[in-house]
């Protein structure tokens, strides 16, 4: 698969910043000191967010129709262009703003996560630390078992009810059964209440595929946007309605009651487009063609989906037919580290925080226990996918309000440690 489940616009860095002179009104400091109007406290600190290339508005080549024209045109697509782009920013950012001696603490949710990490590796002398939440920076070649992803989504949905997990499970034999029927495509179609008629059984399952994966990543214990609009517990919810379906019910009309609380939660959607994108992952399904190159895999007896294999052959065609590109599998362990990782980052490694929830597929290839004082796990058994990084509100768990306290209690001491060495440094 083309990885639908994650997020590339978490954060990561801007295109084309241009450095300025600071104004008049700029303050002149020391080497190695923050003026006072940056406070170094985690409570109140500068915030500022940016888009990675090729994403939202930052696009190159004036539009995204010219960015995403060809192999050429997105060959500045990558991770390490990315953290080069963030790293020039930050660089100009506290230059203009006269703040050179003020740290910068990293923030990522699941991809950003990832490239928060991978930049405190890459450019220590840019950021102090980061809070990596959610990052899969362990999902790659030889790692962790290719099943780790799809077993955690179908032990969400066990976890909930066995009987959903069950017609789920059933469901992909029905949908075979049906669409080789004379009618079949065309019965599907109506069954799922499509605005095209189907022209391939693999279209819809797809469809399916990635609601079931969404859902487990944002299984939040309240309301949620983030996504698609959603009620708190979503899992739960598709799992009544699967198993609370009409007597007489088909299986695939149960699915099709269940998947409607992702894709039509608000019932404001007459028909479903399966070639729609609303999540925008057109840039990712490039970078998993050339570097984001994550093996899944299904076993059938630990999971509600079909069986089968990695197959990088497969893959390698289908990158090539799309991109006429070769995959680089291993190309993100050379060039960020994830074999050993315990070793690299016990020894190369200080101030990253991996946060992960327990319920989140991705936790599967996270860092889940602490290497050292300064590289810490942070674990929820509740938690989904970067929920720690979402705004707080009143129906925060208890469990959610101390996780945030602990990485705010983490980050100051970091602050506090570099704010310490600088004195000493520049006071001899």
Request: hydrophobic share 35%.
């Amino acid at each position: 698969m083309s990885l639908p489940p994650i997020n590339p616009r978490a954060s990561s860095a801007n295109t084309h910043t241009q450095s300025k002179k600071p104004t008049s009104n700029s303050i002149v400091t020391k080497p190695g000191t923050c003026p006072n109007r940056w406070t170094t406290s985690a409570s109140r600190i500068f915030r500022g967010s940016n888009s990675h290339r090729y994403y939202g508005e930052s696009m190159p080549y004036g539009s995204k129709e010219e960015a995403y024209k060809n192999a050429t045109t997105l060959s500045h697509l990558t991770a390490e262009q990315a953290l080069a782009d963030f790293a020039v920013l930050v660089t100009d950012l506290k230059r203009n703003l006269s703040a050179e001696g003020c740290p910068v603490v990293l923030f990522g949710g699941s991809y950003g996560g990832m490239l928060a990490a991978w930049m405190r590796l890459k450019y220590p002398h840019i950021a102090i630390g980061a809070l990596a939440s959610s990052a899969p920076i362990l999902q790659f070649e030889d790692i962790v078992p290719p099943e780790t992803f799809y077993n955690i989504v179908s032990n969400s949905f066990k976890r909930e009810s066995s009987s959903c997990f069950d017609t789920i499970k059933k469901s992909w034999n029905a949908l075979a059964s049906e669409s080789q029927k004379e009618d079949g495509l065309q019965q599907l179609s109506k069954t799922f209440r499509l605005c095209r008629e189907l022209k391939s059984v693999q279209d819809l399952t797809d469809w399916l595929d990635s609601a079931y994966s969404y859902l487990a990543m944002v299984n939040y214990p309240y309301p949620s946007n983030f996504l698609m609009p959603l009620p708190g517990h979503p899992i739960r919810e598709v799992c009544k309605n699967i198993d609370g379906s009409p007597g007489g019910s088909s299986i695939l009309e149960r699915i099709f009651n269940g998947v409607s609380i992702y894709y039509n939660y608000t019932g404001d959607v007459d028909c479903f487009q399966l070639d729609d994108d609303p999540h925008g992952m057109d840039g990712w399904d490039w970078q998993a063609c050339t570097e984001m190159v994550m093996p899944f895999a299904s076993d059938r007896n630990t999971s509600m989906y079909p069986e089968f294999d990695w197959d990088y052959s497969a893959r390698q065609g289908e990158c090539r037919r799309d991109f006429q590109v070769t995959p680089r599998p291993r190309w993100i362990t050379t060039e960020f580290g994830g074999h050993d990782i315990e070793h690299v980052l016990k020894f190369f490694g200080s101030n990253i925080i991996f946060s992960n929830g327990l319920l989140d597929p991705w936790s599967g290839g996270s860092v889940l226990k602490n290497i050292s004082e300064t590289i810490v796990a942070l674990v929820t058994e509740e938690g989904a996918h970067h929920i720690d990084l979402r705004a707080s509100t009143t129906e925060d768990p208890d469990w959610l309000v101390e996780q945030r306290a602990t990485e705010i209690k983490l980050i100051e001491g970091w602050l506090d440690n570099y704010r310490k060495k600088m004195k000493a440094t520049f006071s001899v």
